[in-house]
């Protein structure tokens, strides 16, 4: 095993003695602007996002009304939401005691029969005083993208306030303007953990493909008759 790794080790030092920096001043000040053009495009998506949602980012005490919350999933734990979710949960009924809003559209991942983000988001709503027929469930929000699509094109949401965490409100709130939501977002506050930065990371990158679903507006993944769920709701 020595002799392949050594070699490998041989061609790795080799190929790293062949990256050069430029020995002009010419050619290292292209080299700067090559790393500076790269790094605008990489963030190009991000400061779009927080240009174009950051003002539309409330609180539960001065969210504006709109017929329905919209709640994203963010994960269980044994079958139970992640104490992400369940705070995100927590300030939707809490907009629904309020009057602020009079229906609740949960939406997360049930692919799996042993994974069903939105029933395990339902029973927390219902432990929690809210009443069954007030709580609508999307089974195939696969991801941000595809919840807003479907809220939109299966549940008929053109209005909504929109619950998440601050890191991901304002990718939800420009993909569901951009799927063709009126919303305005409540961003929860959540303790700054590892969940937490990772989240804030990732968002970096998520907001690349934010950004493409928003220009192309493709098909959400699965998606199906329209469904009168919200409707009866908010009857």
């Excluded at 053009?37 to 609180?59: E, F, S």
């Excluded at 804030?200 to 769920?229: C, H, N, Y």
Aim: net charge positive.
């Amino acid at each position: 095993m020595r002799e392949p790794v050594a070699g490998l080790v041989r061609r790795i030092r080799g190929g790293v003695s062949r990256l050069r920096l430029p020995r002009t001043r010419r050619g290292q000040r292209r080299a700067y602007q090559a790393v500076v053009a790269a790094t605008v495009l990489a963030l190009a998506p991000a400061t779009w996002l927080n240009a174009t949602a950051g003002p539309r980012v409330r609180t539960v005490a001065d969210a504006p009304a709109a017929p329905v919350a919209i709640v994203f999933g963010a994960g269980l734990w044994d079958g139970k939401p992640s104490p992400y979710l369940a705070h995100r949960l927590d300030a939707a009924a809490a907009l629904y005691r309020r009057g602020t809003v009079r229906a609740l559209l949960v939406t997360g991942d049930n692919s799996r029969h042993d994974y069903d983000e939105p029933d395990a988001m339902r029973g927390y709503l219902l432990h929690h005083g809210v009443p069954a027929r007030k709580i609508v469930s999307d089974y195939a929000g696969f991801d941000t993208w595809d919840s807003c699509s479907r809220a939109r094109r299966i549940f008929g949401v053109d209005r909504a306030v929109l619950v998440s965490q601050g890191f991901h409100i304002r990718r939800a709130l420009a993909l569901c303007t951009a799927a063709g939501i009126d919303s305005y977002g409540v961003g929860v506050a959540a303790k700054r953990d590892v969940t937490w930065a990772y989240g804030g990371v990732r968002e970096i990158f998520a907001a690349g493909k934010a950004a493409a679903d928003a220009l192309l507006r493709p098909d959400p993944q699965f998606l199906g008759p329209r469904e009168k769920g919200v409707t009866e709701a908010l009857r």
